[in-house]
């Protein structure tokens, strides 16, 4: 058991910096998600602490030992699931499972019962004789996992582990890793683009983009305090609404966020709410079973983003018809708005 | 509490070290045993040494005068262009139509493959031989094919008369090479996502306007490596000129390979038969710029 | 209608293909009396046998010629040849794909144009090298020469085929407990097998294929390979075997032409790589 400390690392192929200084400190027993689009380096930055990548700079530490430069994979005590599960093909399950135990030497019995317990928490063990081949996703799955835990690692690195597998099996998945990991109590980096199972998954969420570290929170401080807009559009579907509404008692070039479920038709808030008006021009009511998504735009605030496209997410609870074509009171609780800097981005506190 | 220090990289885990040794004795062979000969070839070409004794003497251009003045080196020059030029428009021409038959399903069609294969399976050699037998000048099977069809009149020399020799030439370097262009535009064919030839179908294009609009602009990079190994394959050809014609008759069927043996290994003046063979150097270059732009556009064109 | 074009394209270019491989066939097993008549003779058909086939060219071939010792000494290079390239390509290839890092592209494009480098552009100073090691007139010349050609082509054939193989695996070996030398020595063998059949199918089909050096180096007939010993020393002064002859270009195109068969993308793959996705 231990924590991760990375202190300013890097990593440059060439002109490219895929990791660009980014500093992070994960806690013992902690399940911490990297969340970013492809290229924003959280693969890169996975695969440095692993050891499969050399930081061009910067320093990690597993536990109390300095392990950036010159300690090889095999010596980081960790264990890594791939995207793929890298799963020996000409191995069966059981060799698979046994082999981080053969390559350190443990005794013949000892690998045995490892295996049977480990095959047993995941529910495999009927399918110890098989060949990777002759697996569903799912099964492939999990014996990357019960090859990974067998090696007692300090550390999990887990690479988009469920990416491959279908939406219906995912969930099951998720929740099955989620268990999994408070019960063995094992530090875990987690990387993913899904933000679904970045927020279902993570104690905290470091959102990532070109190499850089946006913001370090627990999914509801990512969700509900982006520190800026880019967090705000990446995280949460459909993604924050930003308009500058040209408001004279907010500060110059500013713009004002709110999550579309917030933007609701005024008649469904209590009198006492504290709200922001706005004179919503419908144009499209999409229909989605539990919630209808309405597009259309904020009028006659005048200013120049006032025709971006601006998404209300009603509950179906909310029943009340919405014609296309015309004008709504729509309106957010104040306490529900966020205001950025128009041109830095950045989270202005007002 | 601090646990012992993990264990350090030793040899085995540096990958550069690994990697340095693993390609040293490849790269070792490749200098040693291409890359000095190639520069020794050219040198060899300012020299007058000779295949009977160590003498190695810098002779400057005088190699270089002596063959550019020489007829019969003229002629070699002039039918190695002609040849891989004639040859590769065939190539291309019959590879495009072969192609294009192989992509449809028909009966027979594994044989047919089998077949089509041959002539780049068989040795050049034994190719070569063959196509010497088919043209021979008592027992030419051509030839009485022809009159026995009426078309022929009188009789075909085919590798006794210069001009017949040489369209034999370029029939046996486009028989030995289409077939492999072929498996490569194949290859390039079934590369084009089925959707785009689909889109094509579905916006009302004909097959000869899918053919010329829509695939054989996405095809071009193929052909281009096709055409490129094919120019290498017969400029720098030797066997089939040689088992053929062997230059004749009267030195005017050579080609540059036959033309350089002769001088450099036959007659034994290692520094004319260097000298000859370095003006196969401007086929080379054009084929490497090729494959250079087409490796370079791939690589722009998206990481693999 | 387009049925029609199509198997009339297909017929033509099967024709054009293997019309000398038919006439070896025929050549190969008629009788010299069949064989022998001017094409001037418009009532003798040459495209059939007109006499019954005979088996007098094929052992004549296999009694009277050289021809089973070139078999032999075919084999000989092609074993040797054969080890050469797979002790020194493979190792280069993976080395090319998987540990060198970013130049090992560019490294392995410099060593594939080697490949374009022709025989004929190096036979004229390799015949003066080959008699400095006194290796004139012997097999070990094509044993030493031969791979010059195999190496680059089949290091380039291994980097792509590697290419093609996922990395994860063999790095899931390094975190589950292996160096990176064991990883090379243990664990990637299994996954290049297919790619080291390729390398040695190839050095098989170039030895037998090769002209031009067997022709520099090699002048006694008992040392010479099949593809230089059929064309070359089966003509005696002037008289060609034209029965034997097309009978060893027959027994040695079947084999070739059945490996080909089998192995062509693979090469094709090595050709086109770059130009072709996927």
Redesign the interface.
């Given at each position: 058991m231990a924590g991760i400390e990375i202190r300013s690392l890097r990593k440059h192929?060439?002109d490219l910096h895929a990791v660009d200084g980014v500093d992070l400190s994960i806690r013992d027993g902690e399940f911490l998600v990297l969340l970013g689009s492809s290229g924003s380096g959280k693969t890169t930055l996975l695969r440095m602490i692993?050891?499969?990548e050399r930081p061009t700079s910067g320093e990690i530490h597993i536990?109390?030992?300095r392990?950036d430069g010159?300690?090889?994979?095999?010596?980081?005590?960790?264990?890594?699931v791939?995207?793929?599960y890298?799963?020996?093909?000409?191995r069966t399950v059981f060799q698979n499972i046994a082999?981080?135990l053969e390559?350190?030497r443990t005794p013949r019995k000892q690998i045995e019962e490892k295996v049977r317990w480990a095959a047993d928490m995941f529910s495999i063990t009927r399918y110890l004789d098989r060949y990777p081949r002759q697996l569903s996703g799912g099964e492939r799955q999990r014996v990357a996992l019960c090859?990974a835990l067998v090696?007692d690692p300090k550390v999990f690195l887990l690479d988009e582990p469920l990416a491959n597998l279908d939406a219906k099996l995912r969930n099951t998945a998720r929740d099955d890793l989620k268990r999994f990991q408070r019960q063995i109590q094992t530090t875990t980096v987690y990387v993913t683009h899904d933000q679904v199972e970045a927020m279902g998954l993570g104690d905290r969420i470091v959102v990532m983009e070109r190499g850089k570290v946006r913001q370090i929170g627990t999914p509801q401080e990512v969700y509900e305090d982006p520190v800026d807009t880019f967090v705000a559009t990446f995280v949460g579907q459909p993604p924050m609404n930003l308009l500058d509404t040209g408001d004279p008692s907010l500060p110059p070039r500013t713009l004002t966020g709110f999550r579309p479920e917030h933007f609701l038709p005024k008649s469904v808030f209590g009198a006492a709410e504290d709200l922001r008006t706005f004179r919503f021009a419908v144009r499209r009511v999409e229909y989605l079973g539990s919630d209808r998504y309405v597009y259309g735009s904020v009028a006659g605030s005048g200013a120049p983003a006032a025709d971006a496209t601006i998404i209300a997410k009603l509950p179906a609870t909310i029943a009340l018809a919405i014609p296309e074509g015309e004008t709504h009171e729509f309106a957010v609780p104040r306490r529900a708005l966020r205001y950025f800097d128009l041109d830095t981005g950045l989270r202005r506190k007002t | 509490m601090t646990s012992p220090p993990p264990p350090r990289r030793t040899f085995a885990d540096r990958e550069d070290l690994l990697g340095a040794v693993m390609l040293g004795p490849a790269l070792a062979y490749v200098i040693l045993l291409v890359g000095v000969p190639f520069a020794f070839a050219i040198a060899l070409g300012f020299s007058n040494a000779t295949a009977g004794s160590l003498s190695f003497g810098w002779v400057g251009l005088s190699n270089y005068v002596a063959i550019l003045g020489d007829p019969i080196f003229l002629r070699a020059l002039r039918n190695s262009v002609v040849v891989t030029v004639g040859s590769q428009v065939l190539v291309v021409v019959l590879a495009t139509a072969a192609a294009q038959v192989f992509r449809a399903t028909f009966r027979g069609k594994r044989f047919a493959r089998f077949v089509l294969l041959l002539p780049w399976a068989v040795p050049v050699s034994l190719a070569a031989i063959a196509w010497t037998w088919i043209f021979d000048s008592t027992f030419s099977v051509i030839n009485w094919t022809l009159k026995a069809a009426g078309l022929l009149h009188g009789w075909l020399y085919w590798l006794g008369d210069p001009a017949l020799a040489l369209l034999a030439i370029i029939i046996v370097q486009a028989w030995r090479i289409f077939p492999f262009a072929t498996v490569i535009v194949l290859a390039g064919l079934s590369s084009i996502p089925q959707e785009i030839v689909e889109a094509a179908i579905v916006d009302g294009a004909g097959f000869w306007r899918r053919l010329f609009r829509v695939e054989l602009p996405l095809l071009l990079p193929v052909v281009a490596v096709a055409v490129l190994f094919g120019v290498v394959y017969t400029a720098t050809d030797l066997g089939v000129v040689y088992i053929l014609t062997g230059g004749g008759p009267a030195n005017t069927t050579h080609v540059l390979p036959t033309l350089a043996f002769q001088r450099g290994i036959l007659g034994a003046d290692l520094g004319q038969g260097a000298a000859i063979a370095v003006f196969l150097l401007p086929f080379l270059i054009v084929v490497a710029i090729g494959m250079l732009r087409l490796a370079h556009r791939t690589e722009v064109g998206g990481a693999r | 209608m387009k049925r029609v074009a199509l198997y009339a394209a297909a017929l033509g270019i099967i024709a054009f293909a293997g019309f000398p491989f038919y006439w070896m066939l025929i050549t190969a097993f008629k009788q010299n009396r069949d064989l022998y008549v001017g094409a001037s003779d418009l009532s003798h058909i040459p495209w059939i046998f007109n006499d019954p086939p005979t088996l007098d060219h094929v052992k004549l071939l296999f009694g009277q010629t050289d021809f089973p010792r070139w078999v032999l000494n075919t084999l000989v290079v092609v074993v040797a040849v054969g080890v050469i390239t797979v002790a020194v390509a493979v190792p280069a290839g993976y080395s090319l794909a998987r540990l060198v890092g970013r130049w090992g592209e560019r490294m392995g494009i410099g060593i594939f144009f080697t490949y374009l480098i022709p025989p004929t552009l190096l036979f004229v100073p390799f015949s003066r090298l080959i008699s400095l090691l006194g290796l004139q007139d012997s097999l070990g010349a094509l044993i030493l020469i031969y791979p010059t050609m195999t190496i680059p082509f089949c290091t380039w054939l291994v980097m792509g085929f590697l290419r093609s193989v996922p990395w994860e695996i063999e790095e899931q070996a390094m975190i589950d407990g292996y160096s990176r030398l064991e990883v090379i020595l243990k664990v990637a063998p299994r996954l290049i097998v297919p790619g080291i059949l390729t390398v040695v199918v190839f050095s098989f089909t170039l030895v037998l294929q090769e002209f031009v050096y067997a022709l520099t180096f090699i002048s006694s007939v008992n040392k010479m390979t099949v593809s230089l010993g059929v064309p070359i020393a089966l003509v005696r002064g002037d008289v060609y075997h034209w029965g034997a002859l097309m009978a060893a270009a027959l027994f040695t195109s079947i084999p070739l032409a059945i490996v080909y068969n089998a192995f062509i993308d693979r090469f094709i793959q090595g050709f086109t790589m770059g130009a072709v996705k996927g």
């Open positions: 192929f060439g692993a050891g499969l536990g109390d030992q392990v010159d300690v090889p994979p095999r010596a980081r005590g960790i264990a890594m791939f995207q793929s890298a799963l020996y093909p000409h082999f981080p390559a350190s090859r090696r | - | -």
